[in-house]
């Protein structure tokens, strides 16, 4: 007598997903299906030309402004800004945010301040700062500095207050100095944070960086873009807003391009 | 150098965490403190080690370290304490950086320290590529590096499976039995406790007072694993702290 042979069936397979994986292809293959649609929508009418300009003649619009020569006429002036108005901003906030992440006094003394003057719109503050540092570059660059000035400190004081304890501890058990402990310990410990910071306060040194530039400058993405709206002409208005966008995923590339040579111990 | 610690007490607070605490600590000698967890062990360890001031008594050196000492008291961490962004190297030379060492003497030591713990192939590894096990010989290397009058180890194993501890403890033996240094050695693990420890010193629960203090004779080498003798040992310390352990299981927390 032998048993019936039972019924063989695999296992139901259950697990996987919910595990972000790269695919930059299909980013791109999404944005360039968007550009197709509204491309023939534009061009067979079912799009007005009062909603939308017609992709193919923005990009000529572009290529135009390129051999023209204006588009560097109007890049430079704005690269420069946003480089001068960040790179004081920016370092001014990494040390302030670590002495407020070091020593208690001036936290207590500058941490309210801090609080207090986040919340202000500094755009709001452009007409103030045309006053004391002039309507040409000292303005715009005080605007953008100012407007990077804060997200950075706090960012920094939170990561130097995230730096592990059992760290700082050890590096006092081998009698290391104060300087070191600092230089060795929180300031690469603090990165990630401060580099996280990072990535929001360039973000909003551009969205400053345009509204300075829209508020009184001859030359620069945010003059340009403000001209073409007032003219209505929408290749231009979109020949801007690219050029931004553009600039804004630069950026982003940058910072991704620091983290992974500086944060490549990380897990 | 020897350490002495005299009538040490300690409070955090209300609470009260070790007391009346009197041992001498010799050279060469490696001395283990266990007690159930939560009794002040490794409160003791940094009243040791100045990290921390003892509320009450003190923690006296007897004579001088010696002269090529670079960290006379040195403590190694039950979670390694290793910088993430530092190679095995660099966490090493971290610890010799401040002290006026040439590039060349302290490329000696390294190369020395990591031959000692067979660390040689690993040298330019990241914390991140090691296991457990390895990241512990890394931090037990670099505390070797200063040349520590006393080695302070907070349950440098606890954090590692018991295969990866079994292998530690033969590189500790090993280790002292070439070239013996002193230690204080803090664990809850009272087989650790047997096969390192020259005296174990047992603690009651909180507050942390000394209960007995267990010499054992047999040398480190001969200690292997199932050795009767030390299983009579560990017998005995159990039988001392088994009470302990189950009234400070029952305790409640309050903080
Ligand atoms: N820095 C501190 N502040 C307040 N309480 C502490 C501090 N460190 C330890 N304690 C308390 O002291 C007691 C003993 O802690 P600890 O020495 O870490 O014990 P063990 O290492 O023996 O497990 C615990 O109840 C713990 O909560
Ligand atoms: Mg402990």
């Known amino acids: 007598m032998t048993e019936p042979a039972e019924r063989q069936k695999l296992v139901d397979?259950?697990?996987?997903?919910?595990?972000?994986?790269?695919?930059?292809?299909?980013?791109?293959?999404?944005?360039?299906?968007?550009?197709?649609?509204?491309?023939?929508?534009?061009?067979?009418?079912?799009?007005?030309?009062?909603?939308?300009?017609?992709?193919?003649?923005?990009?000529?619009?572009?290529?135009?402004?390129?051999?023209?020569?204006?588009?560097?006429?109007?890049?430079?002036?704005?690269?420069?800004?946003?480089?001068?108005?960040?790179?004081?901003?920016?370092?001014?906030?990494?040390?302030?945010?670590?002495?407020?992440?070091?020593?208690?006094?001036?936290?207590?003394?500058?941490?309210?301040?801090?609080?207090?003057?986040?919340?202000?719109?500094?755009?709001?503050?452009?007409?103030?700062?045309?006053?004391?540092?002039?309507?040409?570059?000292?303005?715009?660059?005080?605007?953008?500095?100012?407007?990077?000035?804060?997200?950075?400190?706090?960012?920094?004081?939170?990561?130097?207050?995230?730096?592990?304890?059992?760290?700082?501890?050890?590096?006092?058990?081998?009698?290391?100095?104060?300087?070191?402990?600092?230089?060795?310990?929180?300031?690469?410990?603090?990165?990630?944070?401060?580099?996280?910071?990072?990535?929001?306060?360039?973000?909003?040194?551009?969205?400053?960086?345009?509204?300075?530039?829209?508020?009184?400058?001859?030359?620069?993405?945010?003059?340009?873009?403000?001209?073409?709206?007032?003219?209505?002409?929408?290749?231009?208005?979109?020949?801007?807003?690219?050029?931004?966008?553009?600039?804004?995923?630069?950026?982003?590339?940058?910072?991704?391009?620091?983290?992974?040579?500086?944060?490549?111990?990380?897990? | 150098m020897d350490l002495q610690l005299k009538n040490i007490g300690h409070q955090y607070g209300d609470l009260d965490v070790v007391r009346g605490i009197d041992l001498d600590i010799p050279r060469g000698k490696i001395i283990c403190i266990v007690g159930p967890s939560g009794c002040g062990k490794s409160t003791l360890l940094r009243l040791i080690g100045g990290l921390e001031r003892p509320i009450e008594g003190q923690v006296l050196q007897v004579g001088t370290p010696p002269a090529d000492s670079i960290n006379p008291l040195t403590f190694v961490f039950q979670d390694f304490a290793l910088l993430p962004w530092r190679t095995v190297e660099g966490n090493i030379s971290l610890v010799l950086e401040d002290h006026g060492l040439s590039g060349k003497e302290m490329e000696a030591v390294i190369s020395d320290v990591l031959a000692r713990t067979n660390l040689s192939d690993f040298r330019k590894a990241l914390p991140k590529q090691l296991s457990g096990g390895m990241k512990q010989r890394v931090a037990i290397a670099r505390a070797l590096a200063v040349r520590p009058a006393v080695m302070l180890m907070d349950e440098p194993l606890s954090a590692l499976d018991s295969q990866t501890r079994e292998l530690l403890i033969d590189d500790l033996v090993t280790l002292w039995t070439r070239e013996p240094f002193t230690a204080v050695y803090v664990t809850h693990n009272l087989n650790e406790a047997v096969r390192l420890g020259h005296s174990i010193v047992v603690l009651s629960r909180r507050p942390g007072e000394i209960r007995e203090i267990v010499n054992i004779e047999l040398p480190l080498a001969d200690r292997t694993l199932g050795n009767h003798q030390l299983e009579e040992h560990q017998k005995r310390l159990w039988q001392i702290m088994r009470e302990e352990a189950l009234a400070a299981d029952q305790e409640l927390i309050d903080d």
């Not at chain 1, 901003?89 to 500058?110: E, H, N, P, Q, Y």
């Open chain 1, 13 to 267: 397979f259950r697990g996987g997903g919910f595990v972000p994986r790269s695919n930059r292809w299909i980013g791109l293959l999404i944005f360039v299906a968007i550009l197709i649609a509204v491309e023939i929508g534009t061009r067979t009418g079912f799009i007005t030309s009062l909603t939308l300009p017609i992709p193919s003649d923005v990009f000529a619009t572009f290529v135009e402004l390129w051999r023209s020569g204006l588009l560097w006429k109007h890049l430079v002036p704005s690269i420069t800004r946003l480089i001068v108005g960040a790179l004081f901003g920016v370092s001014i906030g990494i040390t302030v945010g670590i002495l407020i992440g070091l020593f208690s006094i001036v936290r207590a003394g500058l941490a309210p301040v801090i609080a207090a003057i986040f919340p202000i719109p500094k755009i709001a503050l452009l007409p103030l700062f045309v006053i004391w540092f002039g309507i040409d570059e000292g303005s715009k660059y005080a605007l953008i500095a100012f407007g990077t000035f804060t997200p950075t400190v706090v960012a920094t004081y939170g990561a130097v207050d995230n730096v592990d304890r059992s760290l700082i501890r050890m590096g006092q058990s081998f009698s290391l100095t104060w300087l070191s402990i600092v230089r060795k310990i929180v300031l690469p410990g603090a990165m990630p944070g401060i580099l996280s910071g990072l990535r929001i306060s360039l973000a909003i040194a551009i969205i400053l960086l345009v509204a300075a530039e829209m508020l009184g400058a001859e030359y620069g993405i945010g003059a340009y873009i403000l001209e073409a709206g007032s003219l209505y002409d929408l290749e231009r208005l979109f020949v801007g807003v690219a050029i931004l966008s553009i600039l804004g995923v630069t950026v982003s590339a940058a910072i991704n391009w620091v983290e992974s040579r500086l944060l490549n111990w990380r897990v």
